[in-house]
């Protein structure tokens, strides 16, 4: 059986053939007000004048989605970007359709057309269910049912609220993944968890390396006798590694030896051979 992955605020979103279609109507841009549960912090200006230019050429396709409240004012429910690229093109009304819908439903309904539109960056999303959880009494297994997405994935991205502020506006800035984070976070210490994302900016690790490096940190140190094994040699990788940003193994014989450098695609090669300075 195919897995339901809509959860009920996007069905009480989208009219669905078994409920009468509801009545668009205009309203004046100046009576609509952005929602409290508006889960989504960050609008970029590019993204949104590029938006107004659609609507300008083709106009506004999918009305918003609002709420009555007192004195002929309304808040938003959904279309944040479009009710900002109607005011950034100075237009006066937005066709917009009115629901009853209570605290609970609003917040919900916001985080999933976010999150069905991809728009939300990992700590947005982050806040929203931490909201759900702590404002609505909802658990995470409640929440992943209601937003389509795997109690994992769930727990995850509320994990990434653990970690630094300082790291949590790199994420949102998108100077690091959501990868990159979840390989933080097994860390622990804020402070090795600041300093080693710095690293993974300033070299430009991928994931898989910062993943490496993370759990090379975490590693229980080799017992065993054999040179290859020997504490300076050890060391010596470690220091290489760290400098890299990769595996790199070295095997040293009685007369000869021979040093292993791991890399992931032509790019990640060439990145390395422009730190041994034999880039082109």
């Given at each position: 059986?195919?897995r339901?992955v809509?959860g009920?605020?996007?069905?009480?979103?989208?009219?669905?053939d078994?409920k009468?279609?509801?009545r668009v109507?205009?309203?004046k841009?100046?009576?609509?007000h952005?929602?409290r549960?508006?889960p989504?912090l960050n609008?970029?200006?590019?993204?949104?004048?590029?938006?107004a230019?659609?609507i300008k050429?083709?106009?506004?396709?999918?009305p918003?989605i609002?709420r009555?409240?007192?004195n002929?004012?309304f808040e938003?429910?959904?279309?944040?970007?479009?009710?900002?690229a109607l005011?950034y093109?100075?237009?006066?009304?937005?066709?917009?359709?009115?629901?009853r819908?209570?605290?609970?439903?609003?917040?919900?309904m916001?985080?999933?057309?976010n999150?069905?539109r991809?728009?939300?960056n990992a700590i947005e999303e982050g806040k929203?269910?931490?909201?759900?959880?702590?404002e609505?009494?909802?658990n995470q297994?409640s929440i992943?049912e209601?937003?389509?997405?795997?109690?994992s994935?769930?727990?995850?991205t509320?994990?990434?609220?653990?970690?630094?502020?300082k790291?949590?506006d790199?994420l949102s800035k998108e100077f690091?993944?959501?990868g990159?984070?979840k390989?933080?976070?097994s860390?622990?210490?804020a402070?090795?968890?600041?300093?080693?994302?710095e690293k993974?900016?300033?070299?430009g690790?991928?994931v898989r390396?910062?993943e490496?490096?993370t759990?090379s940190?975490?590693?229980?140190?080799s017992?065993?006798v054999?040179?290859?094994?020997n504490?300076d040699?050890?060391n010596?990788e470690e220091?290489l590694?760290?400098?890299?940003?990769?595996k790199?193994?070295?095997?040293?014989?009685k007369?000869?030896g021979?040093?292993?450098?791991?890399?992931?695609?032509?790019d990640?090669?060439e990145?390395?051979?422009?730190i041994?300075g034999?880039?082109?």
């Open positions: 059986m195919e339901k809509l009920k605020g996007l069905e009480a979103l989208i009219p669905t078994d009468p279609t509801e109507q205009l309203l841009v100046s009576q609509v952005a929602s549960f508006q989504r609008f970029v200006e590019s993204k949104i004048q590029e938006l230019k659609s050429e083709k106009g506004v396709i999918q918003i609002v009555a409240l007192d002929d004012n938003l429910i959904a279309g944040e970007r479009r009710l900002r005011k093109l100075g237009l006066a009304e937005v066709p917009a359709i009115v629901r819908v209570p605290d609970a439903d609003v917040l919900e916001s985080l999933i057309e999150i069905q991809q728009e939300l929203a269910y931490r909201r759900l959880m702590q609505f009494g909802l297994e992943a209601r937003v389509g997405k795997d109690k994935s769930v727990s995850n509320l994990r990434i609220l653990n970690l630094p502020e790291i949590q790199y690091i993944t959501f990159h984070a390989a933080l976070l860390l622990g210490d402070k090795r968890q600041i300093s080693f994302c993974i900016i300033k070299r690790l991928s390396q910062a490496f490096l759990n940190k975490l590693r229980p140190k017992r065993r054999n040179l290859s094994a504490t040699i050890k010596l220091k590694q760290h400098v890299l940003g990769t790199v193994r070295i095997h040293h014989g007369k000869r021979r040093v292993e450098i791991e890399y992931y695609s032509f990640d090669l990145r390395l051979l422009k041994l034999v880039g082109q």
